[in-house]
């Protein structure tokens, strides 16, 4: 079925095309109909045009029989199962061809069922409706339809279409790359179905594999597809057997396992083709394609590439056509042919105008910044480039701002927990003065006779005391540099992100304003001030949650052997744009490959933030030397910048979070000084060190020493 596929695989919608149910088959049936009569036969018409979930072949059966049901229906003026069985017709159509019509005819009788007040109808008809929308690609509106479905599900307590209604949402918030989203209703889905040991329960875990395998956690990926591999084998179910060995063969691919890639992927390839699901085929083919991609043998690429196009095409499945081609672009970069590269783009591009995916448009401006480069024509690799980042950053955007609202009531949980715990404190207190007080009242009853043991007591007492001040001392001290860092973080965030956004809201208020008067070079100097301060302010808001994360103890430092080399490739490749902007020269001859131990991510940031202050801090057409150098014990790389420099009072307090960094120079382009910060704290955090030389107007180096 359609949309059964879409819900297993993390892919769009499904034609499934199957051989015709016997006429023998259809016979059988129809004497088993004419054998009952009256509401015996109504509901056996019911049951057998209910069940087309798992195959067209099913659905066809529906369509064979439904009209005959609506007019035994009619016959028994039974408007309730009118409903039901025009519901299920439309359900069965939209298997077998997914259009607009569908949607029309199912929103006619749910304008009905609502006036009518059935709810069971109106949770069956808007699981069609959803299922309809999502063949379709329109998933914020199968969102809102599987959510209205939720609800009457809800209320009528009925756990198992509950259960398929989480596994659609799953599958909805996957195709919109909500991974912990999708995460989560595939767990509610697959409690319920443990529970009832439904029938449907490969389908949850196929597609919590392929979660996990979207999260690179492989090792339950592949956990997951073996129990859905051994109910299908136990069960049968050659189409789910062949969604299995599909995701096992992404996964050994991820895995670098390409023997078993390529045999799991052929295998899938075989059990489509015994079934004759045409677009199984096209997964297939796409997976065995991207397996020869992954080991540069990119003719085999393009052949099964090209196998894949016109099924996806044919089936109007747009996501994956237009993924296809832009592999296929890529295909044809690698050896050469960037005239065939930038046509499957073309052809990419006037697909993807009608998805919203951020993720496919970043991945258009990737391929074509590196045909325009590999041409030489900079201009446009350039254009694609800043493309290429803004995409970026929007894939992200969502996550960031749901980090950032949530930074300040993190503070605030921290901070009532402290008052918390320093309230139970006291209490401890108050309880050991009294124990106190009694010690005390009793050892004046026995003043004379206890003399030495008033003395002992009255020593106890002072010791006591001392050690409750120097706790109390402790804790105070604590709670000052708690309170000092919380209201830090805030004060950082009441300013600084204040003035960049009145200075964006400024500047996009005066050029609505004045767009009629301004030249087109006033115009693009009001861009350019206008995409500094988004560059700042973003800037400013990945620092902030950096420094919140390292705060609150939750970045991981996984130290593995890297190679110097790629590190800074990676990083420069990431900042060339706004060193092509100031036309600043970054000098790499001296960087050699060598291997250091240390965490990828957070030396990423390391490397990268002070790459762009030596771009901030540097004079259009300056440069800039990168070099690294192996020492006994370390590998230093060495970052060298001709900018404004530093004194050397400014030096000895760059990296403290008490020293306001705006005291430093007269450059326009000063931030908060938490970036920095950040640098010193994650090379520690890498056993290393950094060191810092710098002279007013002379420029600026930096020293990172990394453990080999």
Request: net charge negative; glycine share 4%.
């Amino acid at each position: 079925m359609l949309t059964f596929k879409s819900l297993l695989l993390f892919y769009a919608s499904l034609i499934v095309s199957l051989p015709v149910i016997a006429n023998n088959n259809y016979d059988s049936l129809k004497r088993e109909i004419d054998a009952l009569s009256g509401r015996e036969r109504l509901n056996f018409y019911i049951d057998i045009c209910s069940d087309y979930s798992t195959s067209a072949e099913e659905a066809k059966q529906v369509l064979y029989f439904v009209d005959e049901a609506l007019l035994f229906a009619e016959q028994l003026s039974d408007q309730k199962a009118i409903y039901r069985l025009k519901i299920e017709k439309i359900g069965a159509k939209a298997v077998l061809e997914n259009n607009t019509q569908n949607l029309d005819s199912i929103n006619v009788i749910i304008e009905e069922l609502i006036r009518e007040e059935e709810e069971d109808l109106l949770l069956k008809a808007y699981i069609v409706k959803g299922n309809e929308e999502v063949d379709l690609d329109e998933m914020d509106k199968a969102r809102t339809t599987y959510s209205k479905a939720m609800k009457y599900a809800e209320s009528l307590n009925d756990s198992s279409t509950l259960s398929v209604i989480y596994n659609n949402l799953g599958n909805v918030a996957n195709r919109l790359r909500r991974v912990d989203e999708a995460i989560s209703y595939y767990h509610k889905s697959l409690i319920i179905r443990e529970k009832k040991h439904d029938k449907n329960l490969t389908r949850t875990y196929n597609n919590l594999a392929q979660m996990y395998r979207t999260i690179g956690n492989y090792e339950k990926a592949i956990v997951f597809d073996k129990k859905a591999m051994k109910e299908q084998t136990k069960n049968n179910n050659i189409f789910g057997l062949s969604i299995s060995n599909l995701n096992l063969g992404n996964t050994y691919r991820k895995l670098n396992k390409i023997d078993s890639s390529l045999y799991f992927n052929q295998e899938a390839l075989r059990l489509s083709q015994s079934i004759k699901d045409t677009i199984g085929f096209a997964f297939a083919f796409y997976n065995i394609a991207s397996v020869y991609y992954s080991q540069e043998d990119y003719k085999n690429g393009v052949k099964y590439y090209e196998k894949a196009y016109p099924i996806f095409e044919e089936g109007k499945l747009k996501t994956y056509t237009a993924t296809t081609l832009n592999s296929l672009s890529a295909c044809y970069r690698s050896l050469g042919k960037l005239d065939k590269a930038e046509l499957c783009l073309e052809k990419s591009e006037k697909i993807i105008q009608d998805l919203n995916s951020h993720v496919l448009r970043k991945f258009l401006h990737e391929s074509y910044y590196y045909i325009y480069k590999d041409r030489g024509n900079y201009k446009e690799a350039l254009k694609h480039s800043e493309l290429f980042r803004q995409f970026s950053d929007s894939v992200l955007s969502e996550t960031q701002i749901e980090k950032i609202a949530n930074l300040e009531k993190d503070y605030e949980i921290k901070d009532r927990d402290y008052k918390i715990a320093l309230l139970d404190k006291e209490n401890e207190l108050n309880s050991l003065k009294l124990a106190q007080q009694r010690l005390i009242r009793n050892g004046l009853v026995f003043l004379v006779l206890m003399f030495f043991v008033m003395v002992f007591v009255l020593y106890n007492k002072y010791n006591t005391k001392r050690k409750i001040e120097g706790i109390l001392n402790m804790k105070n001290q604590a709670l000052d540099e708690a309170n000092q860092t919380k209201d830090l973080f805030f004060s950082i965030i009441a300013h600084e992100l204040r003035n960049p956004l009145s200075a964006f809201k400024m500047l996009t208020n005066g050029l609505r304003s004045n767009l009629d008067h301004y030249s087109k070079e006033e115009i693009e100097e009001q861009l350019n001030d206008l995409r500094i301060s988004a560059n700042n302010l973003s800037d400013l808001l990945q620092n902030l949650l950096q420094w919140s994360l390292s705060q609150t103890d939750r970045i991981t430092i996984d130290l593995k052997q890297h190679d110097i080399k790629v590190l800074l490739d990676d990083v420069l490749f990431q900042v060339n744009s706004l060193a092509v902007q100031k036309g600043i020269v970054i000098d790499k001859e001296k960087v050699l490959s060598m291997n250091a131990e240390f965490d990828w991510n957070t030396m990423e940031f390391v490397i990268r933030n002070l790459l762009v202050n030596a771009l901030k801090f540097s004079d259009h057409n300056s440069s800039i030397e990168l070099e690294t150098q192996d020492e006994i014990e370390f590998i230093v790389i060495t970052i060298k910048d001709y900018g404004i420099g530093m004194s050397e009072k400014d030096v000895d307090k760059l990296f403290q979070i008490n020293y306001n960094v705006n005291h430093i120079g007269n450059s326009p382009n000063k931030g908060t000084g938490l970036g920095l910060i950040l640098v010193d704290e994650f090379v520690r955090k890498n056993n290393g060190r950094i060191e810092v030389k710098s002279r007013l107007s002379e420029g600026t180096t930096f020293d990172i020493y990394l453990p080999k």
